[in-house]
């Protein structure tokens, strides 16, 4: 069986989810496919923190992040999905104009106490707190199901089907499917989150030098105040969001474990809890005394630690390695894939 679409999305997390919206928008008349291997939002977008706040470690990630930041700003008066924080920064003294640079003007830093009052800082550790603003977390995977509805009148959502292999031809591609069917598509975006090794794709991809990353979150047995900060520790490249909508706090540090499998870098074993534990207790002692359990997946990055959105060829657009800021960069990365499509007929 053989169906057809000007353009196909491979990928039904945050970023194939936003370029689909996009993609509908552009071009509303175009024959638009969604294909995901699980439900939609259901991979590395269903575990993820959904935090958003302003930042960027270049200019170029920065200008995605203002993007991205102004066009999640209408949504957050609506409520959930999306829940606005407050936001502070611990940086070191010594260096905390410079932390400032990697972030956008829009954040308002100013010298302040830290505003959850379980973070205790010693006068002797050399750290300062920056109060800010421009930060939210959603529950990333509500809001792909909150979006889904409105997409589907004008695009084939197709879940629950892996693509099994990419076939060029002359004027696009065959993409075949688990289920016997096969695709023709003028254009085809790979969105694949952590599925980097998938056969159909894995040498296409293989010169863009993306690695996958496990991701440890873990979860702290206390109910969050109204008002609590989310709490970034710049420095240590980690970050204590208060998840209201799920009655606990949740605390993400940087994990180094390389080249994992989605699949297989769960459940949480007994030196990601320590680990967690050993760094928040140098900030938050009561805190890191709660820590039970948590979330472990993967993500991709990349080389340069920007997102990677870039033909690999006339027909076939890869669009990830976005080393754990999918949710936060997706807009931008969409408005890209958005870019790249204008130029090529189809």
């Not at 259901?42 to 992040?65: D, K, L, N, Q, T």
């Not at 606990?248 to 180094?256: A, D, E, G, K």
């Not at 002692?285 to 997946?297: S, Y």
């Amino acid at each position: 069986m053989m169906n057809k679409s000007d353009i196909a999305i491979i990928g039904g997390g945050i970023i194939g989810t936003v370029i689909a919206r996009e993609a509908v928008k552009q071009y509303p008349q175009a024959n638009i496919s969604l294909i995901e291997r699980n439900l939609c939002g259901a991979g590395s977008s269903f575990y993820s923190a959904g935090v958003h706040f302003p930042r960027g470690i270049s200019e170029r990630v920065r200008a995605m992040s203002r993007f991205s930041h102004d066009y999640y700003q209408p949504f957050l008066d609506n409520g959930a999905p999306f829940y606005s924080l407050p936001m502070e920064l611990v940086t070191g003294k010594a260096h905390w104009e410079e932390t400032c640079r990697n972030y956008l003007p829009a954040a308002g830093f100013t010298p302040s106490e830290s505003m959850n009052s379980l973070i205790h800082l010693s006068p002797d550790d050399g750290q300062v707190v920056l109060r800010g603003k421009g930060a939210h977390y959603a529950d990333v995977f509500a809001l792909i199901q909150k979006w889904l509805p409105a997409l589907r009148p004008s695009v084939a959502v197709s879940e629950g089907l892996r693509v099994t292999a990419l076939h060029s031809r002359s004027g696009g591609y065959d993409v075949a499917l688990s289920d016997g069917t096969v695709q023709a598509a003028s254009q085809v975006i790979l969105a694949p989150g952590p599925w980097l090794a998938e056969p159909a794709w894995r040498e296409r991809i293989a010169g863009l030098g993306i690695r996958v990353k496990k991701i440890v979150a873990v979860h702290i047995a206390s109910k969050p105040e109204p008002g609590a900060p989310l709490t970034i520790f710049h420095d240590e490249d980690a970050f204590l969001v208060p998840c209201h909508s799920r009655g606990h706090w949740l605390f993400s540090y940087t994990c180094q474990e390389w080249d994992v499998l989605p699949g297989e870098t769960g459940p949480l074993q007994a030196r990601d809890l320590a680990a967690a534990r050993e760094l928040l207790r140098r900030y938050a002692p009561a805190l890191a005394g709660e820590i039970r359990d948590g979330r472990v997946f993967c993500d991709a990055y990349s080389p340069s630690r920007e997102p990677v959105i870039t033909r690999l060829d006339e027909h076939l657009i890869f669009a990830g390695g976005a080393n754990g800021s999918g949710y936060r960069l997706a807009p931008a990365i969409a408005a890209d894939v958005i870019h790249l499509l204008t130029q090529t007929a189809f």
